[in-house]
């Protein structure tokens, strides 16, 4: 056989062999296959529309006028539990192990310590097991969600204020309190104020001065950083944003998945 051919039938051999490996996963046990189908329910659907995001005054928040298409988004942050799926799943390294016999690190407390890397590959992962569209949110969406259809509020909390069970900055700190201890939004999704700060899937930008539909932030511009919204805020806390380079992983933060489907999920 011509020595090019043969050459080429190993690389191809070889790619078969990465592919395959890439591929391979553990077969989910029952318990597991239950935490997956949470995950599928805790989805509400947001429908879609116009409103004007960023609050003039607010750092890098200019308004500006978006559209967005329907879609839904997990009620929660993912959790320790459903992170460790995808972890033992996949034979990864579990996150943070030594430390989950903290207050703040139960199987129902949002997870932390991942890099925006993981956490995208964690949202690509679930939609692959649910067959469902499934990916980090992008910034738009999350701040159209936290104001629940873009309301003029200063937070995501059943009242918009920081009040009731909300008041004192220990109970504001969601992050020391299992996911959805405190009051959802009215659209009935938790911790958006008050919870872990979240990953969003868009780079840094400024925000654009004409109107825009489904913004979508995938190339660099000018900074090597991807947006992260919800941080602990007394005031305006669905408005300021804050960026961390991609690879970080020690800043407390969390995620949440959102399906760009257009429909309800069944």
């Given at each position: 056989?011509?020595?090019?051919?043969?050459?080429?039938?190993?690389?191809?051999?070889?790619?078969?062999?990465?592919?395959?490996?890439?591929?391979?996963?553990?077969?989910?046990?029952?318990?597991?296959?239950?935490?997956?189908?949470?995950?599928?329910?805790?989805?509400?659907?947001?429908?879609?529309?116009?409103?004007?995001?960023?609050?003039?005054?607010?750092?890098?928040?200019?308004?500006?006028?978006?559209?967005?298409?329907?879609?839904?988004?997990?009620?929660?942050?993912?959790?320790?539990?459903?992170?460790?799926?995808?972890?033992?799943?996949?034979?990864?390294?579990?996150?943070?192990?030594?430390?989950?016999?903290?207050?703040?690190?139960?199987?129902?407390?949002?997870?932390?310590?991942?890099?925006?890397?993981?956490?995208?590959?964690?949202?690509?992962?679930?939609?692959?097991?649910?067959?469902?569209?499934?990916?980090?949110?992008?910034?738009?969406?999350?701040?159209?969600?936290?104001?629940?259809?873009?309301?003029?509020?200063?937070?995501?909390?059943?009242?918009?204020?920081?009040?009731?069970?909300?008041?004192?900055?220990?109970?504001?700190?969601?992050?020391?309190?299992?996911?959805?201890?405190?009051?959802?939004?009215?659209?009935?999704?938790?911790?958006?104020?008050?919870?872990?700060?979240?990953?969003?899937?868009?780079?840094?930008?400024?925000?654009?001065?004409?109107?825009?539909?489904?913004?979508?932030?995938?190339?660099?511009?000018?900074?090597k950083d991807k947006v992260i919204r919800g941080f602990h805020k007394l005031?305006?806390?669905?408005?300021?944003?804050?960026?961390?380079e991609p690879e970080q992983d020690g800043f407390g933060g969390g995620f949440?998945?959102?399906?760009?489907?257009?429909?309800?999920i069944e």
């Open positions: 056989m011509d020595k090019r051919i043969l050459k080429f039938h190993k690389l191809l051999l070889l790619f078969f062999l990465l592919v395959q490996s890439c591929n391979s996963q553990k077969k989910a046990t029952p318990e597991q296959e239950q935490i997956l189908e949470a995950a599928k329910t805790n989805f509400v659907f947001v429908e879609g529309g116009t409103f004007m995001m960023g609050k003039n005054g607010i750092r890098f928040a200019n308004e500006h006028e978006v559209t967005l298409d329907s879609y839904s988004i997990s009620k929660y942050e993912t959790t320790w539990e459903e992170f460790d799926v995808y972890s033992e799943l996949n034979d990864l390294e579990l996150v943070y192990p030594n430390y989950r016999n903290q207050d703040d690190m139960g199987p129902n407390f949002g997870a932390i310590g991942m890099n925006w890397y993981q956490a995208k590959s964690y949202c690509e992962w679930l939609g692959e097991q649910l067959n469902l569209p499934i990916d980090l949110r992008t910034e738009a969406q999350w701040e159209y969600a936290a104001r629940s259809r873009g309301l003029n509020v200063e937070h995501a909390t059943d009242s918009g204020k920081i009040e009731g069970s909300f008041t004192e900055k220990r109970n504001y700190d969601g992050s020391k309190v299992a996911v959805g201890t405190f009051p959802p939004n009215p659209l009935g999704i938790y911790d958006m104020s008050g919870g872990r700060p979240e990953w969003t899937n868009d780079w840094s930008v400024m925000y654009p001065e004409e109107p825009i539909t489904n913004p979508r932030y995938d190339t660099i511009v000018n900074r005031s305006n806390s669905v408005y300021v944003r804050s960026s961390r949440r998945c959102v399906c760009n489907q257009k429909t309800k």
